[in-house]
């Protein structure tokens, strides 16, 4: 399990080098960088359509580079130095019919 990212079973641990990188990687790690995205890059705006997304009912998709909404609306964030809030926002507000729900 070389891609496995514990450190208890993933191979990459177990290689020497891979520890030393291992090591350095914790030495510099921010924790809250798992729940804060760099306010200076287009994270923030993934962040920010992630936050919409949780709280919605819409299906939606998000790459490193797009933000799509039930396959039909979508939001290309090609430049990874630009933060995108204002886009994110208007793309966001667009009015989008509620899924269906469904009765079981």
């Given at each position: 399990e070389y891609h496995n990212i514990d450190p208890a079973k993933g191979l990459f641990f177990g290689v020497n080098a891979a520890k030393r990188i291992g090591e350095w990687n914790n030495s510099v790690r921010h924790p809250a960088a798992s729940f804060h995205p760099p306010t200076d890059t287009r994270a923030c705006g993934r962040?920010?359509?992630?936050?919409?997304?949780?709280?919605?009912?819409?299906?939606?998709v998000i790459n490193w580079d797009s933000i799509a909404c039930d396959n039909r609306d979508f939001l290309v964030m090609g430049n990874p130095f630009e933060v995108y809030s204002e886009e994110v926002a208007k793309f966001l507000a667009q009015p989008r019919a509620s899924r269906p729900v469904r009765s079981e």
């Open positions: 962040a920010q359509a992630v936050a919409w997304f949780q709280k919605s009912d819409q299906p939606y």
